[in-house]
């Protein structure tokens, strides 16, 4: 199993980065493979072309 956190904090090392990363620890420990993602560093951006769905 792999657990995957995505922090959506802009500031890392923040309250909320400390907890992700003791909640990954758990599942370490565990066996699981984790990972973590920043939003703030991602650039999501919408989708552009909508012709592909159907309604």
Known sequence: MKITALVGSPRKNSNTDIL??????EGVKKGYATEKFYLYDCQIKPCIDLS???I
Request: proline share 0%; net charge negative.
């Open 52 to 54: 592909l769905i159907h």
């Open 20 to 25: 992700v990363d003791r909640i990954l620890e």
